[in-house]
């Protein structure tokens, strides 16, 4: 979800709207549980199953976190929308591919459910919108930025699931508004989705959500850069303990600060330069600025749903797929974002929703 935060305290507006999570799946698309499939009831013996072997996923290596922004083709088409009558055979994922529409979204638009059973004869409505289709090493928010549209509405329209790692191939139905292309004889359209780009904003639960690339139609997960992140994951049975990243004084508070403002974290007064640390052992999930008003930002990855946040800083010391320790050196507190002081943002999530801080670290 995309927010706008205060520019002096790291502050965030309430959310638009919450992200309604069914169950942690382990794709963006429609699960495939032990026994469930796409096919047609009574077509055949062997009925037609989900293409990728899910099974064999769940039980893979789950890939170091990748939050870089990827190259996008915008290959989005305009699907007219209306009704098909399902043959012998059909999938879901082959009636998007013929109609265009994506199986997420006409799962959505039939109210189909698990174990999404469709019948021979059986008239499915087609929705009507834009499709994009998902080349390897895309990203959710690199999508979403290609369209200047929010992650978090592609999520919402396509009922995407945890923990988002798109298909290649997978039709995407964009939220109104996308910027598809600039047409022949409107060049200036070219320069307003630049102008939307540029707006464009994201926020730390849009880095957790859309970073992922993704993968295959096999079980290999697919790398997004010839410079393949290292083979780094979080630690599994995290016990949720954490120690102070910084000793200061906590000049904002978590949680409603009145007037319509969240604060996500928490943020500690530093001298400027003066190092900050590890709560805890973790992964480095994402170094950069891609949210503008938390500056220099760093994620580390404890597992069991648990991540921490420290923006504002003026150097970062380490990089994506990096293990740390608990104590050591990530970066250096600084001013960077709209901080108007030498400070330490710093959050607590879990399972994406920020939790106070003040609650688990205890006394400095």
């Known amino acids: 979800m995309a927010v706008s935060l205060h520019p002096s305290r790291g502050f965030s507006a309430r959310r638009l709207f919450s992200l309604i999570a069914i169950a942690a799946l382990p794709t963006a698309c429609i699960p495939n549980a032990a026994g469930d499939n796409y096919g047609v009831s009574g077509s055949s013996a062997n009925t037609p199953q989900l293409e990728t072997d899910m099974e064999a996923i769940r039980g893979a290596s789950p890939p170091p976190p990748v939050w870089e922004a990827r190259p996008v083709s915008r290959n989005a088409v305009s699907v007219t929308g209306g009704s098909y009558v399902v043959q012998s055979g059909d999938t879901l994922r082959a009636i998007g591919n013929k109609?265009?529409?994506?199986?997420?979204?006409?799962?959505?638009?039939?109210?189909?459910?698990?174990?999404?059973?469709?019948?021979?004869?059986?008239?499915?409505?087609?929705?009507s919108g834009l499709f994009h289709v998902v080349s390897s090493g895309e990203t959710g928010i690199a999508i979403a930025r290609a369209y200047g549209v929010r992650w978090s509405e592609i999520v919402a329209r396509n009922n995407l699931e945890e923990p988002f790692i798109l298909r290649i191939g997978q039709r995407l139905q964009l939220p109104g508004g996308a910027v598809v292309t600039a047409p022949v004889d409107q060049p200036q359209?070219?320069?307003?989705?630049?102008?939307?780009?540029?707006?464009?904003?994201?926020?730390?639960?849009?880095?957790?959500?859309?970073?992922?690339?993704?993968?295959?139609?096999?079980?290999?997960?697919?790398?997004?850069?010839?410079s393949a992140p290292k083979p780094v994951i979080a630690p599994k049975n995290f016990n949720g303990q954490f120690r102070w990243p910084a000793n200061g004084k906590v000049i904002s508070r978590f949680g409603d600060q009145g007037g319509g403002k969240v604060n996500d974290g928490i943020a500690i007064a530093m001298t400027q330069g003066a190092p900050f640390r590890a709560?805890?052992?973790?992964?480095?999930?994402?170094?950069?600025?891609?949210?503008?008003?938390?500056?220099?930002?760093?994620?580390?990855?404890?597992?069991?749903?648990?991540?921490?946040?420290?923006?504002?800083?003026?150097?970062?010391?380490?990089?994506?797929?990096?293990?740390?320790?608990?104590?050591?050196v990530l970066g250096r507190a600084g001013q960077t974002g709209l901080a108007t002081r030498p400070q330490l943002h710093f959050e607590l999530r879990r399972d994406r929703k920020p939790v106070d801080p003040l609650g688990k670290l205890g006394a400095q």
């Open 279 to 328: 709560a805890a052992t973790g992964v480095v999930a994402y170094t950069g600025d891609d949210v503008p008003t938390l500056g220099n930002l760093i994620l580390v990855d404890h597992g069991s749903g648990w991540v921490t946040a420290y923006g504002n800083a003026s150097q970062i010391s380490v990089q994506r797929g990096d293990t740390v320790q608990l104590g050591q």
């Open 99 to 127: 109609t265009g529409a994506g199986s997420e979204a006409l799962a959505m638009a039939n109210g189909l459910e698990a174990p999404f059973t469709i019948y021979p004869g059986q008239r499915l409505t087609v929705p």
């Open 189 to 226: 359209q070219s320069d307003a989705l630049e102008q939307r780009a540029a707006a464009f904003s994201l926020d730390i639960d849009d880095i957790v959500t859309g970073g992922q690339p993704a993968t295959g139609q096999n079980t290999t997960i697919a790398t997004a850069a010839p």
